[in-house]
C-alpha cells in the first residue's frame, strides 16, 4: 500500500525559508512522479512542482527560482526547499503520486507566512 507523509510545514516569516519533506512508501521513487500541491482554503488545490521517475524537475511558474524540489533514493524522501516565501506560498502542502491507476495523497503540512 502506498502512503506519503508530509512534514516540515511551519510559522515563518516574509522572506524566510523551509524545507518540506514527503516520505513514501510503498512505491520506489524511481519509478514513479511525485507532486507538490498546496491549497488555500476555500480555493481549488494548486499544483506547485514535480521530480520525475528519472529525476527530471518542473516547477509552476509562481514558484520558479524561489522553490527547488529534490529526493533522497535511499530514504525514499523528496523533499522540497523553498526560499524567499512571501504571504502568497501560505497553504496547506500535499505530496501527490499516481501509480497503479490510483491517486495517492499525504494528509498535508501546513506553511503560514506572516510578520
Known amino acids: 500500500q502506498v502512503q506519503l507523509v508530509e512534514s516540515g510545514g511551519d510559522l515563518v516569516q516574509p522572506g524566510g525559508s523551509l524545507r518540506l519533506s514527503c516520505s513514501v512508501s510503498?512505491?520506489?521513487?524511481?519509478?514513479?512522479?511525485v507532486h507538490w500541491y498546496r491549497q488555500v482554503p476555500g480555493e481549488q488545490r494548486e499544483w506547485v512542482c514535480n521530480i520525475g521517475a528519472n529525476g527530471t524537475t518542473g516547477y509552476a511558474d509562481s514558484v520558479k527560482g524561489r522553490f527547488a524540489i529534490s529526493r533522497d533514493i535511499d530514504k525514499n524522501t523528496v523533499h522540497l526547499q523553498m526560499n524567499n516565501l512571501n504571504p502568497g506560498d501560505a497553504a496547506a502542502y500535499y505530496c501527490?503520486?499516481?501509480?497503479?491507476?490510483?491517486?495517492?495523497w499525504g494528509q498535508g503540512t501546513q506553511v503560514t507566512v506572516s510578520s
Open positions: 501527490n503520486l499516481y501509480r497503479w491507476g490510483s491517486d495517492f
Open positions: 510503498g512505491s520506489d521513487l524511481r519509478s514513479t512522479t
